[in-house]
């Protein structure tokens, strides 16, 4: 019934049966990783799987119909975004509770994703290579920082 449902919104959109048959297999993928999710409360991966597949799926559906007017192409560091989002989940199944150890590189990703989807949607005039070139020390300048708080927030659970 949902693949006949998809098919029939992406006929009616105009949208090519392969790309919301593609979206709507990461869709199923992500329902039976939430199945084993549920089914295997020992393994927090699968919760991982689940959030992103769902959110990859949702996205090339919407992209598919039309609804989010995105070129897949030029919405490649979504993915990164997705990945970064999924990890809260995980991490919270896992220990119950936000830990650092999963929030940083969460946090990470989200941001890595966000910069070079700035680059890739060409919202800022120069591109990444001129970005990297003249600000390349900002890389270190955040690296420490990353650090330092690292190093403040376990001292304070110590």
């Known amino acids: 019934m949902t693949l006949g ?14 790309s919301v048959f593609f979206a709507f297999l990461l869709v199923v993928g ?13 393994r927090p991966a699968y919760l991982f799987f ?6 990859t ?33 995980m991490g919270w199944r896992r220990y119950g509770a936000p830990r650092k150890t999963y929030i ?7 941001a890595l994703g966000c910069v070079l989807l700035i ?3 060409q919202i800022v005039p120069f591109s990444f290579r001129h970005f990297m070139y003249t600000w390349w020390p900002l890389l270190f300048l955040f690296g420490g920082l990353t650090l330092v708080l690292i190093s403040l927030g376990s001292r304070r659970s110590e």
């Open 5 to 18: 449902i998809s098919f029939l919104l992406g006929v009616l959109e105009g949208a090519s049966g392969i």
């Open 30 to 42: 992500g329902a039976v990783c939430a199945f084993f999710a549920v089914k295997l409360n020992k």
């Open 50 to 55: 689940t959030s992103l597949f769902m959110m």
């Open 57 to 89: 799926g949702l996205f090339l559906f919407l992209s598919a119909l039309g609804i989010i007017d995105l070129p897949i192409p030029r919405a490649w560091p979504l993915l990164s975004v997705f990945s970064g989002l999924a990890l809260l989940p």
């Open 104 to 110: 940083v590189p969460s946090c990470a990703f989200v």
């Open 119 to 121: 680059f890739s949607l």
